[in-house]
């Protein structure tokens, strides 16, 4: 093969090196394993060709059982449209296999890390810092990258978003009494499930990222959304449109479950929703909240707020304001967004303080961390009532704008579970951080024949090995 392309053909990216040399692939939470994926510009050996993010990068989400390769077909249309190497990433962020299927709690902590990296190796590569994506997330993706959003915080990081089939109010192949290999992905995501209760409480729509979401909504045509489904993948505050429904005389109809945010023409459609976001100004820095006293304010001057009480998430459509005066007794969620350089500060949460306590805050959880053998509720509680609670299961410690603590925290999968108190005057429990391994390893542990005759058997169990 010639060391040097021809005008208009590109160089084949060898199988084993799905990403370029400087990106350093994270660590899958499901395998344990380096993700896998494709993404960035691989340099020919001796090539002076230049590449590097010109526009806002895009991360392609594949759903449950499959891996990156799922968007190949996407990967060409995207660059025949326009969009260069370093501007298209997708990772295999689990399993890839039937025989044992993926869960959101695992693939968040994983896709936190791997846009992460996609951020330190395009900013370095660039010479200025990338600060936002687009995603567009298919299926289980769907559901995972909200659960990513919604327990790292980076709402912020999000330009736009685009979900297609996504089981955000449930699937009918999910069940509550799941065994087996669909069990994790199952206590998630059937219908009614504590899970998706609180992945769309609050709203589920937030800060100042664009959603579009594609889907069938025919009943006919996408298997996991029959009639009594149809309208699941749809989203409070999104722009929703219903393929094979609503658009079938344009597009054609006809799509199913995996087809759907592949062809042609929801590409198309796809693409010209990305154009259409602002792109952020490169060298600008994103706003940021400030409290004084009995206000909270945007600054610089140009950026303005949005806030909402009472545990709900502002977003774009939230009326925007200079400065917010703090009512007594609620807590509010606010982020501030510059229409200037295009970016919003991270999700914060803020209270009226009625003076100080020197008395330490402090958290309990309930049940104690460990292994279980089925879903369980975690509970916490501060040490000060008025205190707010909030976790996160990705990585760091949760700042004030994480994931609220409205009541037991659902966990149907091996997770870490890391948890802060805070105080309207300010005071900071220490970071509570809890091991959970829900997993069926533990269940057939503790029902092996020899622990039937003898109870005082220790169980031998391979922690979060599910």
Not at 139 to 153: C, E, H
Not at 244 to 256: H, K, T
Not at 257 to 286: N, V
């Amino acid at each position: 093969m010639s060391a040097c392309a021809g005008a208009g053909e590109r160089a084949p990216q060898p199988r084993d090196r799905a990403f370029p040399d400087g990106f350093r692939p994270p660590i899958s939470v499901a395998t344990g394993q380096p993700i896998r994926g494709w993404g960035g510009h691989w340099q020919q050996p001796g090539s002076t060709e230049k590449v590097s993010p010109s526009r806002t990068p895009i991360l392609f989400i594949h759903g449950n059982t499959e891996d990156a390769t799922y968007w190949e077909a996407a990967r060409r249309w995207f660059r025949d449209a326009g969009w260069n190497d370093d501007e298209l990433w997708a990772p295999s962020y689990g399993f890839a296999s039937t025989a044992r299927f993926d869960a959101n709690d695992l693939a968040a902590p994983t896709l936190d890390a791997f846009v992460s990296e996609v951020q330190r190796y395009l900013s370095a590569k660039s010479g200025r810092p990338i600060r936002q994506f687009d995603i567009v997330a298919h299926s289980l993706g769907v559901t995972a990258v909200r659960q990513w959003l919604t327990q790292s915080n980076r709402w912020h990081e999000v330009r736009s978003l685009v979900a297609v089939a996504g089981a955000n109010h449930g699937v009918w192949t999910a069940r509550p009494d799941a065994r087996g290999p669909s069990r994790h992905s199952s206590f998630e995501l059937h219908r009614d499930s504590p899970w998706l209760a609180q992945l769309n409480a609050g709203g589920e729509v937030a800060g100042a990222m664009r959603v579009m979401t594609l889907y069938d909504g025919s009943g006919r045509y996408d298997a996991l959304f029959p009639d009594d489904y149809a309208e699941s993948p749809a989203l409070e505050g999104a722009i929703n449109i219903a393929i094979n429904r609503e658009a079938s005389g344009f597009f054609g109809g006809g799509y199913n479950h995996l087809e759907l945010p592949r062809s042609p023409a929801t590409m198309a459609l796809i693409a010209d929703f990305l154009r259409a976001g602002d792109e952020p100004l490169p060298e600008a820095a994103p706003p940021t909240l400030v409290q004084h006293g009995d206000q909270v304010q945007a600054e610089p001057a140009e950026a303005r707020l949005r806030c909402a009480a009472d545990g709900r998430y502002p977003d774009f459509s939230t009326m925007p304001l200079r400065a917010v005066k703090l009512p007594a007794g609620h807590w509010l969620t606010c982020f501030a967004h510059s229409p200037v350089s295009g970016l919003s500060s991270p999700m914060a949460r803020f209270a009226l303080s009625a003076g100080t306590d020197p008395t330490p805050l402090t958290l309990s959880a309930s049940p104690d961390a460990g292994p279980y053998a089925q879903p369980l509720e975690v509970r916490l509680t501060a040490s000060a009532p008025d205190a707010l609670i909030v976790y996160s299961t990705t990585s760091g410690d949760p700042v004030s704008g994480s994931a609220l603590y409205r009541g037991p925290i659902h966990i149907p999968t091996p997770v870490t579970l890391t948890a802060i108190a805070i105080a309207p005057d300010g005071r900071r429990s220490l970071p509570l951080r809890l091991r959970y391994d829900v997993s069926l390893d533990y269940d057939d542990a503790l029902h092996t024949l020899q622990r039937q005759l003898d109870p005082a058997t220790a169980v031998e169990f391979k922690r979060g090995d599910d």
